[in-house]
């Protein structure tokens, strides 16, 4: 079944073009479990063999991606912590993916809306967060766009090459999954590594004015 979902995703994107990378990206940016890993790099094919442009391919993927988060965003704005912590589990969000977004939002502060951006899990559920610590829209949205375009420039980009050498992939979901994870697996790397190392320096300065 899901094999045949990841059909429909596939051509979703493919056939409604723009449209259909915004919409998908949005989903993606809230509980819907719908992979970016799976949308942006055959539409990154898809523009490569001209019918559509990469850069409107990538620049609808960030606009879904902010557009979602926004949606979830709000939504926690609204209806506070007390009613997600008991209803979130009815949305996919039980309390400790919340309380474990929660966590990433205080450690990283603003940055840390940036860094979701580009790993996995934690980028479906910064928006709640945010929303529930009153973090200024604004700021909240520029910087979901930002971090959510340049991962679906990587993610457009990687599968205009690689789809490329393998036209196969696209008609093996599961064996393109494991090629996006195997060739991306360096990059997640380097986000945490440098998430990890400017939380240090964020501690260590905090210690020292401490001790002044």
């Known amino acids: 079944m899901l094999h045949e979902l990841i059909k429909i ?20 940016s809230t509980i819907v479990p719908v992979p970016s890993e799976i949308i942006m790099p055959p539409a990154g094919y898809w523009a490569e063999q001209g019918q559509m442009s990469l850069w409107g391919v990538i620049l609808a993927g960030g ?10 965003y709000w939504f926690s704005y609204t209806v506070g912590r007390a009613v997600l912590m008991r209803y979130g589990k009815w949305l996919l969000l039980p309390p400790e993916r919340l309380e474990m977004a929660e966590r990433w939002l205080a450690e990283f502060a603003l940055g840390g809306i940036f860094l979701s951006r580009l790993l996995p899990v934690v980028r479906h559920l910064i928006g709640f967060p945010a929303g529930l610590i009153r973090v200024p829209f604004a700021k909240f949205a520029l910087i979901t766009f930002v971090g959510s375009t340049m991962w ?30 195997h060739n991306l697996l360096w990059f997640v790397l380097l986000v945490v590594g440098l998430g990890a190392g400017w939380f240090f320096v964020r501690w260590f300065g905090q210690r020292n004015k401490v001790a002044q």
């Open 152 to 181: 679906c420039g990587i993610l457009a980009v990687f599968g205009a090459r690689t789809i490329g050498q393998q036209p196969g992939l696209l008609d093996d979901p599961q064996a393109l999954t494991q090629a996006v994870k």
């Open 9 to 28: 995703w596939f051509e979703w994107s493919r056939d409604m073009g723009y449209t259909g990378v915004f919409l998908m990206m949005a989903l993606e």
């Open 63 to 72: 606009l879904g991606s902010t557009f979602g988060s926004s949606l979830c």
